[in-house]
């Protein structure tokens, strides 16, 4: 079973950037489609972005489209998630996940059935 294991998160200032990592360990990513998604305190989880196996597809939700770019290094068995521009709201536990057997898993929580633990994600005014 892949494990998961997301860094890069910390402390930054509005309008700061950061850029978060997720590690495989064990096994290639390269059969699984990826997604991020993340929570706020006394929120629920919710969808960030996702990309293909391939790395040809990507969506993103609405709040973070044009400032946050998911990209993934199949040969590190590594996804990432460039976080720019980044706002108060955009504070929250970071999470990464991983669809197996699926070209594309989008943003249903239900298409992955591998997450990492998190990493939060705090960003002040």
């Known amino acids: 079973q892949v494990q998961l294991v997301e860094s890069g998160g910390g402390s930054v200032q509005a309008g700061g950037s950061l850029r978060l990592s997720c590690a495989a360990s064990e096994r290639t990513l390269s059969s699984y489609a990826m997604g991020w998604f993340r929570q706020a305190p006394g929120k629920e989880r919710e969808f960030v972005a996702a990309?293909?196996?391939?790395?040809?597809?990507?969506s993103y939700a609405d709040s973070v489209k044009g400032r946050f770019t998911i990209s993934r290094d199949n040969a590190k068995n590594t996804v990432y998630l460039q976080m720019n521009s980044l706002k108060p709201e955009d504070t929250a536990v970071y999470y990464c996940a991983a669809a197996e057997g699926m070209y594309f898993a989008g943003p249903r929580h239900s298409a992955y059935g591998h997450w990492g633990k998190g990493t939060l994600v705090t960003v002040s005014s």
């Open positions: 990309i293909s196996w391939s790395g040809q597809s990507t």
